[in-house]
């Protein structure tokens, strides 16, 4: 934006700002009395239409990426074998195998030719998403997203990302030494699908049954029942072209790994030979309901669901109109999905320190 510094602008304004990078998209967006609406939308469009990146700003945000994945991955306990390690095997063959924030070898080896080509690729009218929400008059805000951004011409679409099928069937057992853990945890996630997959909407549902809160089975065998881990919990994780249903536990000392895992399968299998109750369908029903009124509560998650509904599902209220394919769910389809994506063919990390 030359020496126009849009964030400058808004924080002067009395809002804020900020950006991140996720599996599937990233997310610009701005908080700011509605006053100020052309000043953000006049900067945005500079910035989409003559962005000026400089050899300056590029090592800024070099060392800036740098800086967080070190205070957010590399020093973090459990962190990397999680993100690099486990959901490198979990995810292999798949564009996620790959982290979000790269390696230390990426980020030292990316030059600002790399930045400019991926933001002559990407960053164009018709591969991104602008929602506006708050105390506006629609009206007036496409007339003035017309005057702002009207001239700015299309680009050729980027291809769509080649989603390869998750690999099943593999049973992996391994032990990661993490210097910076005092504590050894279990991590376990079993491959499934994307978040536009039919199946979808009975795993994130059998993933709140099974593993969402203390009241969940797995949950409360491990920690009432059995007594063996001091916490555990977990659910259904989806990005748009894969998935995994993921555990987490923390053993008591001297649990034997092999009693916890059993303990587990028992749940897992009991819930694919007899299926679930009808309570136990409605309150996890419940609970997604109660998500979706939390995410529509404020003006950041519905501009957020607004988007990604549009940019993935083709249906700006797809946050809404998904409900319906919740209510769809049957005990019978939670069955099925269990004995489809939850067998003894799972990814199960044990994370801590050296053992003496």
Same mark, same amino acid.
């Given at each position: 934006?030359?020496?126009?510094?849009?964030?400058?602008?808004?924080?002067?304004?009395?809002?804020?700002?900020?950006?991140?990078?996720?599996?599937?998209?990233?997310?610009?967006?701005?908080?700011?009395?509605?006053?100020?609406?052309?000043?953000?939308?006049?900067?945005?469009?500079?910035?989409?239409?003559?962005?000026?990146?400089?050899? #300056?700003?590029?090592?800024?945000?070099?060392?800036?990426?740098?800086?967080?994945?070190?205070?957010?991955?590399?020093?973090?306990?459990?962190?990397?074998?999680?993100?690099?390690?486990? &959901?490198? !095997?979990?995810? #292999?063959?798949?564009?996620?195998?790959? !982290?979000?924030?790269?390696?230390?070898?990426?980020?030292?080896?990316?030059?600002?030719?790399?930045?400019?080509?991926? &933001?002559?690729?990407?960053?164009?009218?018709n591969n991104c998403?602008?929602?506006?929400v708050g105390d506006?008059?629609?009206?007036?805000?496409?007339?003035?997203?017309?005057?702002?951004?009207?001239?700015?011409?299309?680009?050729?679409?980027?291809?769509?990302?080649?989603?390869? #099928?998750?690999?099943?069937?593999?049973?992996?057992?391994?032990?990661?030494?993490?210097?910076?853990? %005092?504590?050894?945890?279990?991590?376990?996630?079993?491959?499934?699908?994307?978040?536009?997959?039919?199946?979808?909407?009975?795993?994130?549902?059998?993933?709140?049954?099974?593993?969402?809160?203390?009241?969940?089975?797995?949950?409360?065998?491990?920690?009432?029942?059995?007594?063996?881990?001091?916490?555990?919990?977990?659910?259904?994780?989806?990005?748009?072209?894969a998935g995994f249903? &993921?555990? =987490?536990?923390?053993? %008591?000392?001297?649990?034997?790994?092999?009693?916890?895992?059993?303990?587990?399968? =028992?749940?897992?299998?009991?819930?694919?030979?007899?299926?679930?109750?009808?309570? #136990?369908?409605?309150?996890?029903?419940?609970? !997604?309901?109660?998500?979706?009124?939390?995410?529509?509560?404020?003006?950041?998650?519905?501009?957020?669901?607004?988007?990604?509904?549009?940019? &993935?599902?083709?249906?700006?209220?797809?946050?809404?109109?998904?409900?319906?394919?919740?209510?769809?769910?049957?005990?019978?389809?939670?069955?099925?999905?269990?004995?489809?994506?939850?067998?003894?063919?799972?990814?199960?990390?044990?994370?801590?320190?050296?053992?003496?």
């Amino acid at each position: 934006l030359g020496r126009f510094k849009i964030g400058e602008y808004t924080e002067g304004a009395g809002g804020n700002m900020n950006a991140g990078t996720s599996y599937d998209t990233t997310v610009y967006y701005h908080n700011i009395p509605s006053n100020y609406l052309d000043m953000i939308l006049w900067g945005e469009s500079d910035r989409l239409r003559a962005l000026e990146i400089t050899e #300056e700003a590029f090592e800024t945000q070099r060392a800036a990426v740098k800086s967080e994945k070190n205070l957010r991955v590399d020093n973090v306990p459990y962190a990397a074998a999680i993100q690099e390690d486990m &959901f490198g !095997t979990i995810f #292999e063959g798949t564009p996620y195998e790959h !982290t979000v924030i790269g390696s230390l070898d990426d980020l030292n080896a990316a030059d600002i030719g790399d930045v400019k080509s991926f &933001f002559d690729r990407y960053y164009m009218p018709n591969n991104c998403y602008m929602v506006i929400v708050g105390d506006v008059d629609p009206k007036e805000v496409k007339t003035k997203v017309e005057q702002y951004f009207g001239d700015i011409p299309k680009g050729e679409t980027p291809p769509a990302t080649a989603h390869a #099928e998750q690999k099943r069937g593999r049973k992996v057992d391994k032990t990661v030494v993490d210097d910076k853990a %005092k504590q050894a945890i279990y991590v376990a996630g079993w491959p499934t699908v994307g978040s536009t997959h039919a199946d979808a909407p009975a795993l994130d549902l059998l993933g709140t049954i099974l593993l969402g809160g203390e009241s969940a089975r797995v949950p409360k065998l491990l920690q009432d029942d059995k007594k063996l881990v001091i916490g555990a919990g977990g659910g259904h994780l989806a990005f748009m072209g894969a998935g995994f249903m &993921f555990l =987490q536990a923390v053993p %008591k000392d001297g649990v034997p790994k092999a009693d916890v895992q059993a303990a587990i399968m =028992q749940e897992v299998k009991r819930i694919s030979d007899k299926g679930v109750t009808d309570g #136990e369908l409605n309150k996890a029903l419940n609970g !997604t309901l109660m998500q979706t009124m939390s995410t529509l509560a404020t003006n950041a998650g519905r501009a957020n669901a607004i988007a990604e509904g549009a940019a &993935f599902y083709n249906d700006p209220k797809h946050v809404v109109s998904q409900l319906e394919a919740y209510r769809k769910v049957t005990k019978a389809d939670i069955q099925r999905v269990a004995k489809t994506y939850m067998d003894e063919n799972w990814v199960f990390y044990e994370i801590g320190p050296a053992k003496e």
